[in-house]
C-alpha cells in the first residue's frame, strides 16, 4: 500500500473514531438523564411503600423510539406518530404479560422537572406508583419543536437487563483498521 492510501485510510480511521467518541459522550450524557428520570421514579415508588421497577432493555427500546418518533414527526401523543396503537407498539418488541403504561411529556430540560411535573399530574402519578408494574424503560431525544421528549414505557414482566450497544462507528474504524493493516502486510500487488 503506498504512503498516500495508507495516510487516507489513517484519515478516515481517525475521522470514524472522532464521530464514534462524539456520538458515544452524546448517547452517555443522555443515557445518564434517562438513568437519574429511573432512580427518581424509584424513588418515589419507595416512598409509597412499593417495591423498585427493574430497568428493561426492551421497553427502554420502545421509549427512545417513541421520544425520537415523536421529536422527528412533530407529533406529541401516546399512539405513535403513524397512529399506530401505544400497546401494539410496545407489544412490537414486549411480550404479552399483564399490564402495561406509558407517560410521556416534553419541553423539560432536566430529570427532576420532568418526574416532579408527572408526579403532580394525577394520571401520570397512577402510572409511576403502578402497584403491578415490576419493569421500566426510560427514553429522552432532544430536538424537535418541544426540544426535549421524554417517554417512560412501563410493564409487568420480570425486568430483562440492559444489552450493552456495539460502538458501530468504533467497530467501523477497527475494520478499516484492519483493512489498512491487511493491505499493508500483502505489500503493492503484482499481476502475473
Not at 428520570?37 to 419507595?46: C, D, F, H, P
Not at 404479560?97 to 394520571?123: C, L
Request: hydrophobic share 45%; net charge neutral; proline share 5%.
Amino acid at each position: 500500500m503506498s504512503r498516500k492510501r495508507f495516510g487516507f485510510a489513517s484519515l478516515v480511521v481517525s475521522v470514524a473514531m472522532a464521530l464514534a467518541t462524539s456520538q458515544a459522550r452524546a448517547d452517555e450524557s443522555i443515557d445518564a438523564v434517562e438513568a437519574q428520570v429511573a432512580e427518581l421514579i424509584n424513588a418515589q415508588r419507595s416512598l409509597a411503600g412499593l417495591s423498585q421497577l427493574g430497568f428493561d432493555y426492551r421497553l427502554n427500546i420502545v421509549a427512545d423510539q417513541h421520544s425520537s418518533d415523536m421529536a422527528t414527526n412533530g407529533c406529541f401523543q401516546h399512539d405513535s406518530c403513524d397512529g399506530t396503537n401505544t400497546f401494539d407498539r410496545i407489544l412490537a418488541v414486549y411480550p404479552r404479560g399483564g399490564a402495561m403504561g406509558e407517560i410521556i411529556a416534553a419541553g423539560f430540560k432536566d430529570a427532576p422537572s420532568v418526574v416532579d411535573a408527572w408526579m403532580n399530574s394525577p394520571g401520570h402519578r397512577a402510572q409511576i406508583l403502578g402497584s403491578d408494574f415490576t419493569a421500566f424503560g426510560v427514553g429522552l431525544v432532544r430536538g424537535g419543536s418541544f426540544g426535549t421528549y421524554w417517554t417512560v414505557d412501563f410493564g409487568a414482566l420480570p425486568p430483562v437487563p440492559v444489552v450493552p450497544e456495539p460502538n458501530v462507528g468504533l467497530l467501523a474504524a477497527l475494520g478499516l483498521v484492519g483493512v489498512a493493516l491487511r493491505a499493508r502486510r500483502r505489500g503493492p500487488s503484482m499481476h502475473k
